[in-house]
């Protein structure tokens, strides 16, 4: 059963399903050989609806989006550099910006910024 | 590493913590006011709001270096989890295992002895987040939720579910605000043109796009994350357990938080923080490169194709840590390999849980299912062809 569940939730897997989805979008309008896959998907589909009903073993707390936060001096910058031309992929090579809680790996660096010393009180009067 | 501690402990001793009127021990909460009750006069009182009496409150801006409440200190490992009260009203000794109580009863005189020093092994939190959903509500909601996932529930689970046996808990959790500066850079594309060319039988959709440097800094205020400071609970694998079942529940009303007095804790358990803020100072910054992303993610909204973060960078100028307890009502299972929880938020109520399957009925089902849709589509290709 897990290893069903890891095997579906695969990137490989999510990547196949995607081709096939595509086959099923573009592909010829006599049949084919998506047809036979109606069987093996829907009965899949139908152990994973079930077993994640069941189990939620996909839900968190999406802190990320539910946490008050505040953005301030926000600062963009948006250069164009370049085109591609005659791509199959429908978004660029490793895209990432819809997984924020997945880290850049050694793109991903923290400073900590140490206390600045306390200021000599200015201004205090005994009175 | 730590810059400042805010003093949060109540200056009560170990012992007898008392009704403020009547001057009896016999006080607990009551969720339905989330206010203190003596059993003795029904006086009904609540503990100061943490984050005023305490100045958690203050601009999240002006935070500098590492503050933490003292109830969030270090955990020492030699620090015992047991404790020896003596009680104030006849002189015994009384000894408390503050791992699983903040309270014993004193087996002589029968008053109720609490545990008010914040303790170098976690126990004590700076403050808490009282119950607010009864017991018979949060049963009502588990068995509600269970009722809606029987058919393929494992029968052995269906027969031995008894959800008048959920304990009210009170987990640790660290809440944690940040003052800090994002950077991030990457690539991002706008499409320009699509098509689609035939080859054979085949079609293949082409795309071309501009390519643009992307690059967002910001400064980010966070306030109020929760994490998890039982080392067991932050654990989150859904292969090895359900703990992703009680972060679920989140988000709680933190702000409504009080400061600790071990009476809210009477009649419920608690489970003792053994993680502290060297230990989670990575996950800390983790949390908020997230809620960073999160929030520059809707500033890219003209790249359709998307966007390649390939560097992010967080500066913390500033970050206060405050040892708090939420309430969660817990029905836990153990099926022989996994415990399997079912949690109400003891706040909200949002109920999320996990129910063993029967897979001797959802495989076969399954299994069916995929035979009829492969006949079904063989049948259409066959006259489709």
Known sequence: ?127 | MVDHIVDTSSGKADGLDKCPKCGSTEVSLRPQTGMLICHFCRHEWAEAAIEQTFGFDSAVGDLRGTVIASGAGAIQESAEDVLTLKCQACGAAVVVNTSEALQARCHWCRQTLSVNEQMSNGAVPDGLLPFSIAKDDAIARITAFVKRRRFFAHPKFVREFAPSEVLGVYMPYFLLDANSHADLTGFGEIQTRSYTRKSGDSETTYYDADVYQVARSFDLHVDDVLLESSGERADIDWQRNTNNIINAIQPFDVKAAVAYNANYLRGFTSEKRDLDVAGLTAEAHNRVLSIARSRAGETISKYGRGVRWETEHLTVKGTRWVAIYVPVWVYSYFDGRLTHFVAVNGRTGETMGSVPIRYGRLIPIAAVIGIVGTVVGGFLDFFMA
């Open chain 1, 1 to 127: 059963m897990y290893l069903m569940h890891s095997l579906l939730t695969h990137p490989f897997a999510v990547q196949l399903l995607s081709y096939l989805q595509d086959d099923y979008m573009y592909g010829s309008e006599e049949g084919g050989p998506w047809l036979w896959l109606l069987g093996p998907l829907g009965g899949t589909g139908f152990f994973m609806w079930v077993f994640l009903r069941y189990r939620n073993t996909d839900k968190r707390h999406a802190f990320e989006r539910e946490t008050a936060n505040e953005v301030l001096d926000l600062k963009v910058y948006d250069q164009k550099t370049g085109e591609v031309t005659g791509t199959t992929d429908a978004h660029i090579r490793g895209r990432n910006s819809n997984s924020p809680r997945t880290r850049l790996g050694s793109g991903s660096t923290v400073t900590i910024l140490a206390p600045e010393p306390p200021q000599p009180s200015q201004g205090q009067s005994e009175d």
